[in-house]
């Protein structure tokens, strides 16, 4: 028995006594029985409305689900092509100059410094140890205690 039912049962029952309605205490009850139904028939009402705003959660979940699918693919592809261009900071010793050169142009060989046309050469231990979280096959020379 939902509880509207069960308030309609109980105004039943009351009902049933034939009681006067004139009597002070008859108008408690009577008062009471009805404020039970106002609120039974409002709890009703908010749990219909609640069950609709689970269903539309559920919607909205599913479709954020499928966009964030749709998103995180894309990111995952630029991602990976990001991956092939790992910056890294390069100071020129000529002109103090900072630059940034992706892994292949270091892989390549000497570059000229585009500042000021200095032929540069990487020194790949210091790159390490910039990359000391990602790279943990370093020579731990420093390491020993
Ligand atoms: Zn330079």
């Known amino acids: 028995m939902g509880i509207n039912e069960k308030a309609a049962y109980i105004k039943g029952l009351i009902e049933g ?6 009597d002070k205490t008859v108008k408690v009850l009577n008062a009471i ?8 028939s409002s709890v009703s009402d908010l749990e219909e409305s609640y069950d609709d705003l689970c269903e539309q959660v559920d919607e909205i979940d599913e479709d954020l689900a499928s966009l ?12 990976l092509s990001e991956e092939n261009e790992n910056f890294y900071e390069v100071t020129c010793p000529n002109c103090g100059e900072t630059t940034y050169m992706d892994e292949n142009t270091l892989l390549a060989g000497s570059i000229s ?11 790949y231990s210091d790159i390490n140890d910039d990359d000391e979280d990602e790279d943990e096959t370093y020579d731990s020379d420093d390491d020993n205690e």
Request: proline content about 3%.
């Open 17 to 22: 006594l034939e009681l006067d309605k004139n």
């Open 33 to 40: 029985v009805d404020l039970l139904g106002e609120i039974t």
């Open 68 to 79: 964030e699918e749709d998103y995180y693919e894309e990111v995952e592809q630029d991602d």
């Open 113 to 123: 410094c585009p500042n000021c046309g200095e032929e540069l050469e990487f020194d």
